[in-house]
């Protein structure tokens, strides 16, 4: 049984964990390929409402296997908080909860140096979720790495000292001072990492073919988006890590061939928070009234989520980029009560017209809308595509047309039973 991708088209927050947890009843293994808890996927059913940082969205299914992968980097104290808040929140059992020995561990100095480098950059900073991301991949990828793995190991300590000290003289370079607070945040880290013991460490890569060979159903779960991704996102203004789907080989050690149904989702409208290009922000009205409809505050960081329309160029780009066999849709409730839908069909810069992803995309790069009609009805209980207003289903028409994929999901609200299946 091949394995299937659930990955952003966007700048993430298109709705991941919602989706991941409507389809986690279709499949036996779910299984987070990359970041960490720069990710915040909200998910809600009856009268709950969960927001997973670092937890595969899965995890609410009794019977499913939920696997942190080796792509992912974690901070146990932010885990600890996690499954504690889901324990709390109900959640009896964490058992169906794997970790590959291979995922990197974020330092409580890997924080501070996400920090200090944010602080030097200035006005060119990324708008860091400062959860120390790019930092712990920089030692990912520079071989200084501490794994989960590692914690169990006899020489842990020294590892860890070895790289804090390094840290430390980072962080002087970048002037930035290290306060009394850091010791407590070391102490904290220490107990989370005893607690992140009690959890069955795993060779991940063996678990996901093995499962594959066993024709269990597979679901690789992204986070962040496309237009986030190291390689091909608005660079320098992007995450650390391979968001896009071939993320999903590296980070969970699945071959190529092996890779299924690739479910590229995205919100009915564009949003990004932080720093960066965005073709199609709105600084106007109506911008904020799709930030206050859409609630668009950020689930990790609180932060205002900037807003704007529907970028297609952006859109078919990722699709080429994940080889996306199906779309979802999401958000489409919060377009409701709009007059005129707005899409970017292509970009103009200068005399030029042209419909791809620039190298760099420039202030005087101006969108070239194709609009739209509005509808009215209250879509949220709806649960027949046919039932949808027309103007919606042009409005989805069109997306097909252009990106040549087929919209298979309709998300209406943000409870699990407010999706609309196609087929
Ligand atoms: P993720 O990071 O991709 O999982 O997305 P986030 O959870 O950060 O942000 C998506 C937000 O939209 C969350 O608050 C969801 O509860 C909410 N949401 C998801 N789908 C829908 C939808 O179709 N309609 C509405 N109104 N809200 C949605
Ligand atoms: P989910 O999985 C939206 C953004 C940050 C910043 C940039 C780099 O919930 O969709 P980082 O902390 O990775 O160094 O930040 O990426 N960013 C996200 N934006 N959703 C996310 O995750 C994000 N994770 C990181 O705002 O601009
Ligand atoms: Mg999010």
Redesign the pocket.
């Known amino acids: 049984m091949k394995t299937d991708v659930l990955l952003?088209l966007q700048w993430?927050?298109?709705?991941?964990?919602?989706?991941v947890d409507f389809l986690t009843p279709y499949y036996d293994v779910i299984a987070r390929f990359q970041g960490g808890p720069n990710?915040?996927?909200?998910?809600?059913f009856g009268n709950e409402?969960h927001?997973l940082h670092t937890i595969p969205?899965g995890i609410f299914h009794p019977g499913k296997t939920n696997v942190i992968g080796s792509g992912v980097v974690i901070d146990p104290v932010i885990f600890e908080k996690e499954i504690t808040d889901l324990e709390k929140g109900g959640l009896s059992s964490t058992k169906n909860l794997l970790i590959s020995k291979k995922a990197h561990i974020i330092l409580p100095t890997h924080r501070m140096l996400d920090a200090a480098s944010e602080t030097a950059k200035g006005n060119t900073k990324i708008g860091s979720t400062l959860k120390g991301i790019g930092p712990t991949y920089m030692d990912k990828t520079g071989r200084n790495g501490i794994r989960m793995g590692d914690i169990l190991l006899p020489d842990f300590i020294e590892k860890y000292e070895f790289l804090k000290n390094k840290h430390f003289s980072l962080i002087s370079l970048f002037n930035y001072t290290i306060d009394d607070s850091f010791i407590k945040a070391e102490e904290n880290w220490f107990k989370s990492i005893e607690y992140l013991k009690k959890f069955e460490q795993i060779n991940s890569e063996y678990y996901i073919n093995n499962s594959i060979k066993e024709n269990k159903k597979v679901l690789a779960e992204g986070?962040q988006g496309t237009l986030l991704d190291i390689d091909f996102g608005s660079y320098p203004y992007v995450t650390s890590s391979n968001t896009i789907c071939a993320g999903a080989c590296i980070g969970l050690g699945i071959p190529p061939v092996k890779i299924g149904k690739v479910h590229g989702?995205f919100k009915a409208y564009c949003t990004r928070v932080g720093s960066g290009p965005f073709p199609t922000e709105l600084h106007d009205e109506t911008g904020d009234k799709i930030r206050e409809k859409?609630?668009e505050f950020?689930?990790t960081t609180g932060r205002p989520r900037r807003c704007g329309w529907m970028d297609l160029v952006a859109l078919k780009y990722s699709v080429m980029l994940n080889g996306v066999t199906n779309l979802i849709m999401?958000?489409?409730?919060?377009l409701t009560g709009f007059d005129q839908i707005k899409i970017c069909t292509a970009y103009k810069t200068g005399t030029e017209t042209h419909d791809y992803f620039p190298f760099e995309i420039s202030p005087e790069l101006k969108p070239v809308y194709k609009t739209f009609p509005g509808w009215k009805e209250d879509i949220?209980h709806l649960d027949n595509y046919e039932d949808l207003p027309d103007e919606l289903k042009n409005y989805i028409r069109f997306i097909e047309e252009e990106t040549e994929v087929p919209v298979s999901i309709v998300?209406?609200?943000?409870k699990r039973k407010?999706?609309i299946f196609r087929d």
């Open positions: 952003g993430g927050d298109e709705g991941k964990g919602k989706i990710a915040g996927h909200s998910l809600e409402k927001v969205s986070a989702i859409g609630h950020g689930a999401t958000k489409a409730d919060i949220t998300s209406v609200g943000p407010e999706t």
